[in-house]
């Protein structure tokens, strides 16, 4: 096991580092991280506004809901359409403040400016009086809020390195000079972006950069949304976890564009009155695989509570609360799980294995389809029924995968606590001799 644990760092952590230090991935996960207050009051009023009370053949039918929803429901759209219908707004602004201070430099210029490159590509003003076209503000203008957002970055970096902005003397207020220096990256975004918008809509019918994005990104939304890339990405998450990084911060700065893409596409459709259209969107691997946190640790927290070995017993005890709460730090490198093979092999599976159950469920429509975001502390078996519209279903699978957990990760857990207490033991008897 030893030779084993070597191997893995010796192949893993080198690449781990590097994963971990790539400065787009980091700013693309501030930058949903910015977004996602607005993003989750935006999607929990839609959810508000179609709650499964309106169906008289369900069991749950309300008049006065159906009533009042007949009534407001427009008027209430409003607080949706500013946050979800509008978020790669936030999410522009968030990457690149973060990439420009990745880069050393001002952030609120560096936010601006990537915002600005996104409304330069995806929201043409049309008629008179002009109105901005808003179609590609929310999820499906995802990947050219990041892709159009790093390149404002760069052309901003490489400006200020070569040292061709308006400098003013040092006596300028530090607001009026840093809004002059930001005037020749504004007029390079324009030069550099302009002409692409031009030669697009010459060769389409007003095509936009969205709108050909999503067609060249179409296939891997739709593979994202699949049983493989879900096991990939569960992998990946928690092998990093288990050489000592944090691999959902890794990871899931990328996986979190396909996540926020989906969840657009399943609000469009339940706003509409269709078929849900996405499995793995919004916070379908904090529902259902990271019960407890990474690594479904609650369920382990809930054996150990129990366990022989009064180290374990002590970790497992004071693990319990936080995990409720998908905070499972105290678990992870108190038990330790970290580089700990026994317990390694079950918190790499068992994330792999609730997925896998989760997706054949939701496509089974045991489970409901994901419309809805809560915060991550949001315990899984609550989240799952919240972001889902009240499904039942999906309640009874988070449970019923919390218990799984929690009977898998024992067989493990009492290998693991023979070897501790034959310790203690020794220990024990070590410490009688000595007195």
Known sequence: ME????????????????????????AIRDGAVYAMPFLIVGSLILLLLNLPLTDPANFMYSQWYTDLMAEYKGDWLQPFYATMGMAC???????G????????????????????????????VTGWPPAINATYLDGKGMFTAIIVGGIAI???????????????????????????????????????????????????????????????????ISASDSLPALLLIAFIIHILWFCGLHGANIVMGVVGTFTLTNLQMNQAALAAGEQLPAIFAGGFLDNYMNLGGSGATLGLAIAMAISRSAHLRSIGRISVVPGIFNINEPILFGAPIIMNPILGIPFILIPMINVTVAYFATSMDFAGRIVALVPWTTPGPLAAFLSTNFHFGSLFLALGLLVMSTLLYLPFLNIYSKSLIAQEQADSVAKAATA
């Open 97 to 124: 403040s973060s990439l420009g201070k990745l880069y050393g430099l001002p952030e609120i210029t560096s936010g601006f400016l990537s915002l600005f490159a996104f409304l330069l590509v995806a929201a043409p």
């Open 3 to 26: 030779k084993v644990v070597q191997r893995v760092e010796q192949i893993l952590l080198p690449i781990a580092a590097r994963l971990a230090n790539i400065k787009y991935l980091i």
């Open 154 to 220: 760069e052309v901003y970096r490489f400006l200020v390195n070569k040292k061709m902005t308006i400098k003013l003397p040092d006596q300028v207020p530090p607001a009026i000079a840093r809004s002059f220096e930001s005037l020749t990256p504004v007029i390079a975004i324009i030069l550099i972006l302009q002409p692409i918008n031009i030669m697009l809509s010459n060769m389409g019918d007003g095509m936009l950069l969205p709108e050909m994005l999503m067609e060249i990104f179409k296939p891997l």
């Open 89 to 95: 707004l936030f999410i522009s602004f968030g990457l």
